[in-house]
């Protein structure tokens, strides 16, 4: 190998990188497109379906475009998602309660901003850093060949239901220190939560299904905080239990805040990425096959599908102030998504950023967000991707979907919802 | 050549440990730590490498200059 052209490349890129860093201007200059309100509906089965073409319009004729659900600003700029993700005193998490996904209270520490946020970042970063998620890897290995077992050999399976929804389930009851016989409690709590829509209970509305729910999970991590009651265990209930902010526990209340978002955030945005990542390569055979002979590319492979695909399309956040981005005037108190799955397509930050490419060079995704609120699990989402890809093309090397089936997204965060697999056995 | 990373710009993306581990290592909240602020001529592309790939913008590799 001549390591002289691979340094090269490197500050080619690197040059390339300094330009992109220059300090922003406050006035973006620019006039853009007129604001087309009712053109796009990011939140629809449609645009989650196949949303890279959309982002590309979005960015080329209209980088701040309105939702068409609630009319606000939509920002598909990787430079104008990446600065917002930047500045929390301005774009807040803070969530107006009607946000609420059956919580009482804003979730810890995903709904706070800094410095009360960081706080909890100090003593939670450690727990979920890369080294102590190797140190689960052997379990969650192990669930996923338990999983395989029961479906390996039948040839077919629905994606979600066999393997892509309980598996991140299993690894949150490993990590938390909680009993597997739970797995199907707490797939049903979350399932409310997330899709009430989806629940078959008569003239009851979304936001009671929701905060039945809610109630359910508190009252779930209630009981198993008491259970535990002068027992220490070297798990995440037990380290929450225990953990000191500047020398105080943390309280009854500050534990189910952040327990509810480990499992609200921690579960379906690893299945959807599980379900984006095997819908790619059963369209993509010969991409599959490159993984299935080399699994060194599994790694480059998952940062590439998470940059492509970005499951969790949309975060939102809260404006606190007015403020110009690319030269339309947002205002405060408006509730702003910014559009990761666009920003990571952007061919101002990637290169040739339609290929798909697993050795890419240079990938700066942000499909785990950005700046403070950087998805805190996104070391566990890792060791649970490269696990699943692993244990799935080492058993199930050859699949596609079922011949005459259209696997189908939710909105919001892409899951898919019905992907039907077939393979020889 | 050296090696710099701004700790306020840095969130914990774990990139330039995950892809250059002989450059860089991770503290104890996975925050990015230098293995040596000077890096050996071969090791130039990983620190490169580790660099082009951080998210943040975090990271600068630098012609070191003489005392």
């Known amino acids: ?38 053109s796009v509906n990011i939140f629809s089965a449609e645009f989650a379906a196949c949303p890279q073409p959309t982002y590309a319009n979005l960015r080329e004729k209209c980088p ?25 005193e301005i774009f807040s998490s ?74 991140p389930c299993t690894a949150f ?32 509305a979304v936001q009671q299904i929701r905060a039945d729910a809610g109630r359910g999970i508190y009252e779930y991590f209630e009981r198993a905080i008491d259970a535990r009651a002068g027992q ?26 952040i327990s509810f978002l480990l499992l609200l955030a921690g579960l379906d945005t690893v299945t959807a990425t599980l379900g984006c990542n095997i819908t790619y390569l059963a369209e993509n055979p010969e991409a599959r096959r490159r993984l299935v002979e080399n699994e060194g590319l599994i790694p480059g492979a ?32 408006e509730l702003v998504s910014l559009l990761l799955g666009s920003s990571n397509i952007d061919p101002s930050a990637f290169d040739d950023p339609e290929l798909v490419d697993f050795e890419r060079d240079r990938n700066i995704h942000v499909a785990f967000g950005a700046g403070p609120h950087r998805c805190l699990g996104s070391h566990l989402a890792r060791m649970e991707l490269r696990v699943a890809m692993e244990e799935w093309h080492r058993r199930i ?28 056995v | 050549m050296k090696v710099r990373v701004d700790q306020k710009l840095c969130v914990g993306h774990g990139r330039c440990y995950e892809l250059a581990p002989e450059v860089y290592d991770e ?29 943040e913008h975090a990271i600068r590799v630098e012609e070191e200059v003489d005392p």
């Open chain 1, 1 to 38: 190998m001549c390591s002289s052209r691979v340094v090269s490349k490197w500050e080619k890129a690197l040059a390339k990188l300094e330009d992109q860093s220059e300090e922003r201007t406050a006035e973006p200059v620019g006039t853009p497109d007129p604001v087309d309100a009712a």
């Open chain 1, 64 to 88: 701040v475009s309105r939702s068409a659900i609630g009319g606000g600003p939509i920002l598909a700029k990787h430079e104008d998602v990446v600065w917002a993700l930047r500045q929390p």
């Open chain 1, 94 to 167: 803070k969530m107006d309660m009607q946000l609420a996904m059956g919580t009482e209270r804003p979730m810890i520490p995903q709904q706070i901003d800094p410095p009360e946020q960081t706080r909890y970042r100090r003593i939670l970063d450690p727990r979920f850093s890369r080294k102590r998620m190797l140190e689960i890897e052997d379990d969650v290995r192990k669930s996923a060949r338990d999983l395989m077992d029961q479906f390996a050999s039948d040839g077919s399976c629905d994606f979600g239901e066999a393997f892509a929804i309980p598996l």
């Open chain 1, 173 to 204: 009851l490993h990590l938390m220190g909680l009993p597997q016989e739970d797995l199907g409690l707490f797939l049903h709590l979350k399932d409310s939560i997330i899709r009430p829509q989806e629940q078959e209970q008569e003239g009851m």
């Open chain 1, 232 to 257: 220490s265990k070297d798990d995440m209930l037990g380290f929450l239990m225990t953990a000191e902010i500047e020398g105080e526990r943390l309280t009854r209340e500050e534990i189910l805040d």
């Open chain 1, 302 to 333: 998952i940062e590439e599908l998470l940059r492509w695909e970005t499951p969790v399309m949309v975060v939102p956040r809260v404006l606190t102030q007015d403020v110009t981005v690319s030269g339309v005037d947002l205002r405060e108190g």
């Open chain 1, 397 to 424: 090397p050859d699949y596609e979907i079922q011949p005459g089936e259209t696997p189908r997204f939710s909105p919001g965060i892409r899951e898919a919802r019905y992907l039907p697999l077939v393979w020889s």
């Open chain 2, 27 to 55: 503290d104890e909240r996975g925050h990015c730590r230098l293995v040596a602020s000077s890096v050996a001529p071969e090791l130039v592309a990983s620190a490169q490498r580790g660099a082009v790939n951080c998210p």
